[in-house]
């Protein structure tokens, strides 16, 4: 069973910092990319930015670029977004998403898929 946990969000004030993280646990064979998308209430969910395997390519958001950072610890199955000079409309929940091929066995066969955290909330506020 794959799992991404994330942790790093809250309330922080416009022109502030945060820093979010998601470590991948589980039975996992292989990680493609690791990213962060986010929605905001009312809004569909959106890429903020993603980190391919083993290349290291990024994307990110036009509205992000410049002001966050994505960075991986290989070792750590561990996607970071490092967000600097954040404003109120980047407020909203922020999950980690990640395609994983699951490690099988000869008894149990999981393809290779898209995961999801259970979202952390980032405010931005005054």
């Known amino acids: 069973q794959v799992q991404l946990v994330e942790s790093g969000g809250g309330l922080v004030q416009p022109g502030g910092s945060l820093r979010l993280s998601c470590a991948a646990s589980?039975?996992?064979?292989?990680?493609?990319?690791m990213g962060w998308y986010r929605q905001a209430p009312g809004n569909q969910r959106e890429l903020v930015a993603t980190?391919?395997?083993?290349?290291?390519?990024?994307n990110y958001a036009d509205s992000v670029r410049g002001r966050f950072t994505i960075s991986t610890d290989n070792a750590k199955n561990t996607v970071y977004l490092q967000m600097n000079s954040l404003k109120p409309e980047d407020t909203a929940v922020y999950y980690c998403?990640?395609?994983?091929?699951?490690?099988?066995?000869?008894?149990?066969?999981?393809?290779?898929?898209?995961?999801w955290g259970q979202g952390t909330s980032v405010t931005v506020s005054s």
């Open positions: 998403n990640a395609d994983i091929r699951p490690r099988n066995s000869a008894t149990s066969y999981t393809p290779r898929g898209d995961y």
């Open positions: 589980g039975s996992i064979y292989m990680i493609y990319s």
């Open positions: 980190m391919s395997y083993p290349s290291k390519n990024t």
